[in-house]
Each structure stands twice: as structure tokens, then as C-alpha cells.
């Protein structure tokens, strides 16, 4: 392992991790920080795969560079890994860190969802989020479609970037590992569905069909709107609509946890889990 | 409308708003902050209902009053409402507020759990937490009992406060709107819940039924345990137990998103929903 000691907060090789809650608000140009160790962990398992993801450099707390030292050991030698005393590392990063432990990682390869949409099996389950700009519900979202053995997300242009910090930890590391392309309008994320012969299901309190009763298909794909606004209205009229049956009077699940709920039946009634 | 304008942010008129994110760590006896439009709703119920909570007094940005005034009419008189400029609110609350709309409420009355199971028609769902910390996490649970008509929530006492300005919020004033018991061990939760013929499942991803094949009964009680450790095992022994399916290999539901399927399947083989 290539194991490097910061003793100053102002040492240039570790720039990319200084005041990263303030760089969390101006983008990061494809890198993204991995935190924790679940998050690291994933990490070593994506750079190994060698596909759209690979790690740059970790940084990691002294005092726990051996309690990490299976995972660090995943990371080929050319990653550097560098460790602080915790003053040094507060001072890098702007505030205190507890966990200690931190990578940054690049998406190096941006897929397109028709690339992405032609690799999948004749069974395959599809999540896609419409304009979900919170980072907690899109790292959820990835969570719950790992969980239910989901073959890839799309997001259209309007959702947020999952590979933000929050998201990332929220996700539990899932954006790393469940395949995900991000772009383009609703439109062309629904046509792309339907040319590839997925049955299409909106997720709304308004849907036509109670999520139980979805007769399952061998490729079928879940929709899922912003909390605030739910799908455009247009949409649900091309589409199937699925509802979660509730307590009289309420519509009340949070937009992730109702996309759990919804993929777990989809997955259940296809035979997937 | 009992309106009070607000020049200056030392105004002891309203204290209770004061460095609400210091407060929010140090306790706040009783009282809890409702935040957003939303949560004010429910809290103006709450009051009307006249149990466990009463509205003490409201603190809004001056230029939302128009725009929630059909809720604030929902208040008795005696409740007064303050309004303050963005600056001087900003000055209260210590950071920058945009949804501009707090109140001060109050938990009159602290709930006993046997109390509440002696209250519970002959077909009940109850929701148990067992050493749920995270205040994320609390609060989902909440909107989840909400939406799936749960009768009640218990909370043993190494759970958090659900009144948590943050759990408050993301349980979107659920926690207004449950029944909700806190405190006693886990041992004299279970026991009130068997002496009150519950039926008692624990959710682990050990659980011995998977939760689609969980028989229903007219009593029934599910209890979710903390995300890292999950539920004592010598508990595990005691009680049945149900698992959600996965993928091979993951086990990465996040507890409240874990309690919302296992309660939507539970109330749907009860017929709740």
C-alpha cells in the first residue's frame, strides 16, 4: 500500500477533499468523495470491475488506517492513500469528521441509457426517476433497486447527480454498483423504454391499478415522479399508472420509500427475489 | 388572528425560537419545534383534538402569513402568532430559515403504553421500534404507520425523541398523529404486547418468514430494530420473525424503508388497506 503522511492542512495533494461541503454545492466535474467505509468498500469493488468508475486517491484518518486495512488493501498500490492526524484532516476539510474516512472517485464514462438499455437480459427490471432533485430520495432510490436486484437506473435530466456526497452515503455505495445512465427528457427515457419492449409503470397515488395486482412481465420498468409534483400528468396518460393502497384519507409515503415498497412487488411478482 | 409583529430579535416574546439547531441538541423539556406548513397542520389538529398536544404560540415570516392563513385560522385565538422580516427571523433562529414558518408546541401529556393497548380495537397494527437512534429514521417510521393506518407506535427508551424538530419534519406531523407510547425496555414492551394478544413479529433480515408468507391475525405487532445492530437476539428467540427478500448476497434495506414494506404487506394481509 502506498501510504503517504499529510502533516500540513494546506498540502496540495489532497486539494481535491479541502472545504468539501462548500465543493459539494459547485459540482465536481465527474469526481465524486466516497465516505465511510461501506461507500469505500464499494468503491474498491467498482475500480477492480474497471468500468465507468475508478478511484484517485483516499484519505483516511491515522487512527483508523488499520481497522480499514482489508479494504484499502482491495485498491491497487498506484492509488495513494494518505492519513492525517485529526487536527490536519478537520483543517482539510472544513469541519469535523468523525468517520474519518474519505476517496475521491471519477465517473470516467458517461453511458447512455439506449447503450445501457441494449445490454440488459430478457428479464430485467428498470427503475427510472422523473425529476427527483432531493439527494436523499435519489441515493434511496439506488439502495432500494440494489435491494431488489434492480438491472439499471435512469434518471432524466432533471434529477440531481447521485454521485453527490449525500447521496452516495445515503445510497449506501449502490450508485457505484447498480448500472445508471443520467440524462435527457422524460420523453426520450420513456421512448427508449418502450423500443426495448419494457412494460411501463408510473408510480402515483393516482394510479390505475393498485400495485398488487400488476400482472407481471418479463421486462417491466418503474417510474417514479418528484415527492412535490408526481409525474406530469401527460406522462401518466401513455403509460400504466400504479397505486400503494393506503389509510383512507392519506397519501403520505415519501417518494424513495414508496419505490421500495413498489419494487419489491414488481420484483417479487416477476420471481426476482 | 392574534398577530404580533416582531422588530427586533431579542424580543423575549419569543425565546422558545431562539438558536433552534443549539436547542435541538440539549433538549427542550416537553416542548418540540414544528416546522413547515405542513407540520404546522397537523399541529393545529393536534390542538383542536385537545390530547397529548397543545400549540403554544407561532413564529412566521411575515410574507407567507397571507399564504398560510386558512391554517393559522385553524388555531384558537389564545394561540399568539408572531410575525418578524427575514432578517430579524434569521436573527432568532440562529441560520438562514426559507420555509419561515415555526411554532412552538407542547407534549402535555406523557402516554403509557399499556395504557395505549388497552385502548386498541380487537384488530390492531402495531408498530415497535427498538433502539432506533437516528431521527431520520423515527420520523419515517412514523409517516409509514401514518400511511398504512398503524394504531399505534411504541418506542422503547433507548429509541429518540420522534418530537425532534428533524424527525418531526420528516415524519411530515405523523408524530402529532399516531399514538405513540415511549419508554419501558424492550422486555416489558414485548410482554405488554403479549398480555394484550398481539401477535408479535420481529423484521431482521434473519427473520425466519418472509414477510409475504407472514399469516394474518386481528392483533398484530412488528418490531424494527436498529439499522447497525438490528434486533437483540435473545429477543429473536422469543417472538416470530420476518425477513423481506433480496437480492443474493445484499441486505441493505434501511430500517424505516424495511418497516414500510413489512407494514403495507401486514396491513394488507389483515385487510387494513
Redesign the interface.
Known sequence: MNVIRIENADDARIDEFRSIRERDLVGRHGRFIAEGTVVLRMLAVAHKRGGEFLAEKILILENRLAGVADILADFPAEVPIYVADSAVLDGIVGFHLHRGILAVGKRVRDVQASELLALLPDRALVAAAIGISNH?NIG?IF??A????VSAVLLDESCCDPLYRKSLRVS?G?VLQVPYARGGTTLELVSGLFENGFSVWGLSPAGRTEI?KVQPQPRMALLTGSEGNGLPSALMEKIETAS?????G?D???A??AT??AL?QIA?AQG??
Open positions: 436523499d434511496s439502495r432500494n440494489a435491494a431488489f436486484g449506501v449502490a398488487r400503494i393502497a393506503q389509510a383512507p392519506l403520505s409515503l415519501n424513495a420509500t421500495g415498497i419489491y417479487s426476482g427475489i
